[in-house]
């Protein structure tokens, strides 16, 4: 597993699964026992034992445990159809199999352990489940359960497992899928080096702005710059720039609260965004306060401090304005900070 947190995950799942088919053979076990089904009494004795036995594999090899669990389908399935028939309904476990070793082959992936090819073995499978059709008519049941009507006792008790096992894989699948998506979301609305949000986060706040800032609040934005960032680069190598730009973000990742967002605007420039009743006044003193933690900060970086500063150009939106020129103003008072002599700000 990569990471102690999906190893988990396929355990717990893997524990589950294990609980759901011992328990589904100690059920069988009582059902064959009551109908004199004595070949199937063993077998599902057997298939208890491989159950519990394959607890000891879960944290061990997940590929022994469901290729365990495949092996023990498949032979009772096929030991069962020849005792009890057809109509009994053990050949519907042929789906239970194709669902097992497609999710075998997905940890396979995971883990990195080819496993069989699952449509390989899904066509085997589909190919068992016509022969046992077949042949069915041809060859009849070891041991004869009609007068009890077993055969439909059977058939609704493994067309319940088989269904509940469907159920409980696909849910899992559909867990699966939505977690990943929203992996990939967060990741693409994050700057993989700083972890913030990115420019295209902020973007979509931007589009949001009618329902986030109401009728009477006020919308800030400014722009942050380090200074001689390129000097940086150039003087201790890109490593050194990305130590910086890290260290820089959170200082004014820090400094967001309800009404301040932060976003790496692109390069190192950073963007915050303020929306509320006193924005402004809070974006304003946010700055400063960014402005001197960085200014005082050394980063050390290979025994050597490097030390820092950054502008900044802030603009308080007007009234009917959108939101583009407020940037734009914003980004012009920059301008004028960095020609003003650098590690200042500047408001409009």
């Known amino acids: 597993m ?84 057809w109509d009994s309904g053990f050949q519907i476990y042929t789906f239970a199999l194709i669902l097992t070793v497609y999710y075998c082959d997905y940890l396979g992936q ?28 041809r060859i009849k049941p070891f041991y004869d359960i009609t007068k009890w009507h077993a055969g439909k006792i059977f058939f609704v008790i493994n067309a319940t497992f088989v269904l509940v096992y469907i159920i409980f894989f696909m849910e899992n699948y559909r867990k699966i899928v939505t977690g990943t998506e929203k992996q990939l979301e967060e990741a693409a609305r994050r700057d993989e080096l700083t972890q913030m949000e990115n420019r295209r986060s902020m973007q979509e706040r931007f589009d949001r702005l009618p329902e986030l800032a109401g009728t009477d609040a006020e919308v800030g934005i400014a722009i942050l710059d380090i200074d001689d960032f390129k000097k940086v680069n150039d003087t201790y190598g890109h490593g050194a720039g990305d130590m910086i730009l890290h260290e820089v973000a ?63 150009g802030a603009a308080k939106r007007k009234t009917g304005e959108k939101i583009e020129h407020t940037i734009s ?19 409009s």
Request: charge should be positive; hydrophobic fraction near 45%; include cysteine.
């Open 250 to 312: 959170q200082r004014i990742l820090a400094a967001e609260t309800e009404e301040i967002h932060t976003c790496r605007w692109g390069g190192e420039e950073f963007l915050i965004l303020a929306v509320g009743k006193m924005a402004y006044p809070s974006l304003v003193n946010a700055l400063q306060k960014i402005l001197g933690e960085v200014r005082t900060d050394r980063h050390d970086y290979h025994e050597t401090d490097i030390m820092v500063t950054i502008s900044a």
């Open 329 to 347: 103003r914003a980004d012009d008072c920059l301008y004028q900070a960095k020609e003003n002599g650098k590690d200042r700000m500047e408001v």
């Open 110 to 137: 995971k883990i990195k352990k080819p496993s069989l090819h699952p449509r390989t073995v899904s066509i085997l499978a589909g190919v068992l489940y016509l022969a046992f059709y077949f042949i069915s008519s």
């Open 2 to 85: 990569t990471t102690n947190n999906n190893g988990e995950k396929y355990w717990k799942l893997a524990k589950i699964v294990n609980t759901m088919l011992l328990c589904s053979h100690i059920y069988l076990l009582i059902m064959f026992f009551m109908f004199q089904v004595r070949l199937m009494v063993f077998v599902n004795i057997v298939s208890i034992l491989v159950y519990l036995i394959n607890y000891f594999w879960i944290k061990r090899n997940l590929h022994v445990f469901f290729g365990n669990a495949y092996i023990e389908i498949l032979l009772h399935m096929i030991l069962a159809y020849l005792c009890v028939g």
